[in-house]
């Protein structure tokens, strides 16, 4: 099972990006498909959206709804309604491009909702940000009181905390319940490399979840990327990362992970 566990699409899911987005996805088994941050549409209407395309292509990908804990209704009935009414399977929330805290006040009653209910949630905090989002709300040690407080909860610590990479190390071997998004750029190649040996030393590659990133990037291309980097490195003297190890993130089956029934 290949599961890429980092995909957009546009939130009105037209046709002409619906085919690219399934054509970009034909290496993988199923796609994850986060909800992009509103752009003048409501949160209601982008969640809508998605849910018609995953309805359409539900043999493919997974959704995960839109939350802003500010100004959501975030009670148990509300969370629910996202997986049983809308057949979305988690939560991606914007804390820095948002601009709130990690432990704000009402994002830690959606948490709550979101254990209660069984929906992982996806911290879309790392690179690439716009100018007006709040560094200091992406830095995945925020998530430390988060895990600590509602240990059965999923959490996805997205493009691996980037450029705190080290703090989502921290997070992952800390926490049984929280993971990262390894989302590979072929551009970064070097980024790349840094990122999986750092998790290998730390002992946390089976916390892991391979995705692409699309559109910004393919999952054939992405899959190369990481299957390949390896073979630069014989002249180097750097560090290799078990050939095994790195087939194990891509091979990873990220819904059983984060409990994800389909």
């Known amino acids: 099972m290949i599961v890429d566990c980092h995909t957009h699409i546009n939130s009105t899911g037209e046709e002409i990006e619906a085919s690219e987005h399934l054509s970009a ?3 993988v088994d199923v796609c994850i498909v986060l909800a992009n941050a509103g752009a003048g549409e409501s949160n209601a209407e982008i969640n809508r959206n998605l849910s018609a395309y995953i309805n ?3 043999e493919k990908t997974v959704g995960f709804a839109l939350v802003d804990p500010r100004r959501d209704k975030i009670n148990v009935k509300n969370v629910a309604s996202n997986k049983e009414k809308l057949g979305l399977s988690g939560a991606v929330i914007y804390c820095s491009e948002m601009g709130f805290h990690p432990v704000h006040s009402r994002a830690m009653r959606f948490y709550e909702s979101a254990e209660e209910v069984g929906l992982p949630v996806f911290f879309h905090n790392g690179d690439p940000l716009g100018a007006d989002a709040v560094l200091d709300y992406a830095q995945p040690y925020l998530l430390d009181e988060v895990a600590r407080t509602f240990k059965t909860l999923k959490i996805v610590v997205g493009n691996m905390g980037f450029p705190f990479v080290e703090q989502t190390l921290s997070v992952l071997a800390k926490h049984d319940n929280v993971y990262a998004d390894l989302t590979i750029s072929p551009n970064r190649v070097w980024q790349v490399y840094n990122a999986v040996v750092s998790a290998y030393e730390r ?3 089976e916390k892991l979840l391979f995705g692409s ?3 910004d990037g393919r999952a054939g291309e992405c899959i190369e990327t990481l299957l390949g980097f390896n073979k630069l490195l014989p002249e180097a003297s750097l560090p ?6 790195i087939r194990n993130i891509i091979e990873r089956n990220s819904l059983e992970s984060l409990g994800i029934e389909r």
């Open 213 to 215: 990133g699309y559109p």
């Open 25 to 27: 996805s034909e290496t």
């Open 203 to 205: 002992g946390v590659m």
């Open 56 to 58: 359409k292509h539900s």
């Open 240 to 245: 290799p990362v078990p050939r095994g190890s």
